[in-house]
């Protein structure tokens, strides 16, 4: 009964910033992070984290994007600054866990529109 749900996106001006929560339920995963699609293209994985605090980031992102954790809410985090128009897609959030009880989540996705 795993459920991600997102929050945090909306229309901001280039420049600006946003940070996008996802809240999860049961218990602490592998692997959370945020993907990101654009009309006509496809999903692409914007930055993860692991369970041992491990990060990565899409190139475009770098230096502008930041990924974390929050394992007491199980809660994971995209701080976005400096967005740019480039930056505008649904974001989904994205959960792995292994063992017994493995399995692969997503959320429903939140939108990021950034106006030039």
């Known amino acids: 009964q795993v459920q991600l749900v997102e929050s945090g996106g909306g229309l901001v001006q280039t420049g600006e910033s946003l940070r996008l929560s996802c809240a999860a339920s049961?218990?602490?995963?592998?692997?959370m992070g945020w993907y990101r699609q654009a009309p006509g293209k496809q999903r692409e994985l914007v930055a993860g984290i692991t369970s041992g605090g491990s990060t990565n980031y899409a190139d475009s992102v770098k230096g502008r994007f930041t990924i974390s954790r929050d394992y007491a809410k199980n809660t994971v985090y995209l701080q976005m600054n400096s967005l740019k128009a480039e930056d505008t897609a649904v974001y989904y959030c994205?959960?792995?866990?292994?063992?017994?009880?493995?399995?692969?989540?997503w959320g429903q996705g939140t939108q990021v529109t950034v106006s030039s």
């Open positions: 994205n959960a792995r866990r292994v063992g017994v009880f493995s399995g692969d989540y």
């Open positions: 049961g218990s602490i995963f592998s692997f």
